[in-house]
T-cell receptor, first 112, second 113 residues
Framework: DQQVKQNSPSLSVQEGRISILNCDYTNSMFDYFLWYKKYPAEGPTFLISISSIKDKNEDGRFTVFLNKSAKHLSLHIVPSQPGDSAVYFCAASDDSNYQLIWGAGTKLIIKP | NAGVTQTPKFRILKIGQSMTLQCAQDMNHNYMYWYRQDPGMGLKLIYYSVGAGITDKGEVPNGYNVSRSTTEDFPLRLELAAPSQTSVYFC????????????FGSGTRLTVV
């Protein structure tokens, strides 16, 4: 039973356009959501997070939106750059334990 | 500043062999984690530690053991390797337990044949 789902295994976007990566979750107890970015042969690196008390968090070109009623979050990258080509993981946690629950990842390809 | 160092980067094991995956961090983080990532899947937590001398099971602990004798080191032991343990293993450390401060190592790709 996947509690965190990233339904798009890959996404291709033109350089300079907006990239939108989606993530759905089923556990209503999740109260903290994170996005990590992973390049080949490297470990994931933290990108941006959002608490369930907010519906939006921005950091430069990256914005995460949270829709609690739909149990959905999205990561917007504007404008997309070639260095953004990577696998993006969505993860979630609740405050009852230390475990992050991870989605399967979306491979983002930025086309020149 | 090395961050989180994992060794080896690649290893091929025969069924039934044992090995230890090494993980060391130099950031004085209390929390350390071992994950595995299977193809097309998210990361699954194997074991974690909240400080030296304290370890606990994650979601998929069977077939593995850990120890945490120092703050810096968190080795993962595989006893009696099985093909189902073929995966990429990531070690991570953090100041907090909420995930945003995780620093990951570059991973160990293990194949059991």
């Amino acid at each position: 039973d996947q509690q965190v789902k990233q339904n798009s295994p890959s996404l291709s976007v033109q350089e300079g356009r907006i990239s939108i990566l989606n993530c759905d979750y089923t556990n209503s107890m999740f109260d903290y959501f994170l996005w990590y970015k992973k390049y080949p042969a490297e470990g994931p690196t933290f990108l941006i997070s959002i608490s369930s008390i907010k519906d939006k968090n921005e950091d430069g070109r990256f914005t995460v939106f949270l829709n609690k009623s739909a149990k959905h979050l999205s990561l917007h990258i504007v404008p997309s750059q070639p260095g953004d080509s990577a696998v993006y993981f969505c993860a979630a946690s609740d405050d009852s334990n230390y475990q992050l629950i991870w989605g399967a990842g979306t491979k983002l390809i930025i086309k020149p | 500043n090395a961050g989180v160092t994992q060794t080896p980067k690649f290893r091929i094991l025969k069924i039934g062999q044992s090995m230890t995956l090494q993980c060391a961090q130099d950031m004085n983080h209390n929390y350390m984690y071992w994950y595995r990532q299977d193809p097309g899947m998210g990361l699954k937590l194997i074991y974690y530690s909240v400080g030296a001398g304290i370890t606990d099971k994650g979601e998929v602990p069977n077939g593995y053991n850990v120890s945490r004798s120092t703050t810096e080191d968190f080795p993962l032991r595989l006893e009696l390797a099985a093909p189902s343990q073929t995966s990429v293993y990531f070690c991570a450390s953090s100041y907090t337990d909420r995930g945003y401060g995780y620093t990951f190592g570059s991973g160990t790709r293990l194949t059991v044949v």
